[in-house]
């Protein structure tokens, strides 16, 4: 698996935009394809919205696909024309030519190895629809996402994101549905063969690092 979990639109939105606004003296439309529950479509949502709210050259077009079916179609034919295919995959963007996906396959390894260099932190989220394309996600998949992180850049640089306050019912995982589950994460870290003090730094040392350094 070549790409792995991370959520950078943000910060890709807000370079894509004033680079395109100069380039073309018209307007720009961002589409962004959502799903409600989720914490990183509401995220991003906000974020373009005081982005643009003094913006005449930007509109924003919004589309909510997990539960309206013409979306759902309409995102669907938009991926078979951009030739990408994460079905699942929200937050979707469309900006110009350019696609951008919040999703697991939505960070390359070029940039996990970028964060790593600036000791910084990728979280995991504990979210479904992060973790696999289809279906309920459980612990194995969690394990799969730390491992390859694990291979590319090492230890120090994972952390969770566990979104218990933002998930809704329907994208949380099968086995972890909150605080109080951990522990099934922990033991599976143990089968998995990490040593207490990684599984520590994954459980929150790595976090309490970066926080340390703002």
Request: proline share 2%.
């Amino acid at each position: 698996m070549k790409k792995i979990l991370k959520f950078l639109i943000v910060f890709a939105v807000f370079l894509l935009l004033p680079v395109s606004a100069k380039a073309d003296e018209k307007v720009i439309n961002i589409h962004l394809f959502y799903g409600n529950g989720c914490p990183h479509c509401a995220a991003e949502e906000e974020f373009l919205s005081d982005y643009l709210k003094d913006r005449t050259d930007v509109k924003l077009y919004k589309y909510e696909i997990w539960y309206d079916s013409h979306n759902q179609e309409l995102l669907s034919k938009v991926q078979k024309e951009m030739g990408t295919t994460n079905k699942n995959g929200v937050p979707f963007t469309v900006i110009g030519k350019k696609t951008i996906v919040g999703y697991a396959d939505g960070v390359t390894d070029e940039q996990i190895k970028a964060i790593a260099k600036r000791n910084g932190i990728i979280g995991i989220c504990l979210c479904s629809s992060f973790l696999k394309k289809e279906g309920k996600a459980n612990v194995t998949d969690i394990i799969r996402h730390i491992k390859h992180i694990t291979n590319l850049v090492g230890i120090d640089y994972i952390g969770l994101g566990t979104d218990f306050d933002g998930v809704d019912e329907e994208h949380r995982l099968s086995d972890i549905k909150g605080i109080k589950d951990m522990p099934i994460l922990i033991n599976e870290l143990r089968k998995s063969g990490y040593l207490e003090n990684q599984i520590d730094k994954i459980m929150g040392e790595n976090w309490m690092r970066v926080l340390s350094k703002i």
